[in-house]
């Protein structure tokens, strides 16, 4: 085989085997959580909340403060790897508000693909939770997903609405509705778990006449100082905006709603909403997630179409020039060489053969003629 043919079918190898690995290996690898993923999501909103403090002290005309403007950074960082697993740190720092908004901070183990919950690896402490977590997966589908709601430690559900064009994205949109009792441990840390019948009095001055006579029949006996303990449940609604390719929330909103509850004789009477919270991403935050889609979409092109692409029109043209290669003649030389091989075979011309046979002779011999 000639050598030639040897270097254009060698490249063709190459070009599809290095096309098959960035397609086949790269991309999806890509596609899943990484090592040094560390995703910053920002937010803003206003929060109306019961202060304990002006509660504690009597001052009952100021005990909710209405629309007090905070802003919280999300991080979501992987931690440790494992296999399939992904283990990410969750921490929320939030400013304002007066501090009732807590930071929750949590720990996922979740399946590098998919995002769903994954069983947490040997020696590392994982939250337990059902559904995502931390957002959608690469990629994602237009149908409902299982949902993780921290505030009541359910699990809802993620409904898919509708496809839109959305900050200059193509986006699924999809909410969320969750609601129960509230259990996430730094809101209940901001509450308080038992409030005297003076208070309960004065906030009824806040309510609907219907529910302060309600109230009232129910306070239990005993005088003004006599703790009344609460329960709280929380209703949340929200709406995320996914980026279709990269499964980035783009932008999202979401309202929660804290209500206190006293238990009474005839059972749990809801009172008053003592946390309302409106919370979007600011324009940072869009800004942030529409670049990040933007990046994603980009290497997705080139890792997952152009460059295997390249590779393998590349490694055609290697192959159509092996097969060019092996049907031309080796050398431009070689056709003179072998006809002037047969024409020498035939022997030189034997010359003096020739000249004595068809030589003349000198001398022209006359016919004698006999005299009488």
Known sequence: MRKSVLV???????????????RFKLVPDAERVQSDQNTVTRYAGTASYLDQHAVAGGDLANAFVKNSPFTAVETVKAIGMHGN?????????????????????????????TLMPAAAPAGVTADAHQGLAVGFAFSPDKHDYPWWD????????????????????????????ASGA??????????????????????????????????????????????????YTSSTTTTMWVD?????????????????QMKTKLGTVPLTAVL???????????????????????????????????????????????VLAGRRPRTA????????????????????SVGEAGEASPETSEPTTKEE
């Open 182 to 231: 509230e259990k996430d441990p730094a809101t209940l840390a901001q509450l308080p778990p038992a409030v005297p019948v003076s208070v309960l009095k004065g906030l009824a001055a806040t309510m609907a006449p219907a529910m302060q006579g309600a109230l009232a029949a129910l306070l239990p006996p005993g005088g003004d100082s006599v703790l009344v303990p609460l329960t």
């Open 276 to 322: 309302d919270v409106d919370t979007k991403m600011s324009p940072a935050g869009i800004a942030d997630a529409v670049k990040q889609s933007k990046d994603d979409q980009s290497k997705v092109l080139w890792e997952g179409i152009v460059a295997p692409l390249a590779l393998a029109v590349l490694a055609l043209a290697l192959l159509v020039g092996a």
């Open 8 to 22: 254009f079918t060698a490249g063709a190898i190459v070009c599809a085997a290095v096309a098959g690995v960035i």
């Open 150 to 177: 921290g505030a009541t430690g359910t699990q809802a559900t993620a409904k898919y609405v509708r496809s839109e064009s959305h900050v200059g994205r193509s986006t699924y949109v999809f909410t969320v509705d």
């Open 333 to 352: 030389d070689s056709a003179d060489t072998a006809s002037g091989g047969v024409a020498g075979a035939a022997g030189p011309t034997d010359t003096g």
């Open 85 to 113: 697993v992904a283990v990410l740190s969750d921490v929320t720092a939030i400013n304002g508000a007066g501090g009732v908004l807590g930071n929750p901070a949590s720990t996922w183990a979740v399946d590098r693909k």
């Open 244 to 260: 279709q390719l990269s499964g980035t929330t783009v932008d999202a909103d979401a309202h929660q709603t804290v209500t206190a």
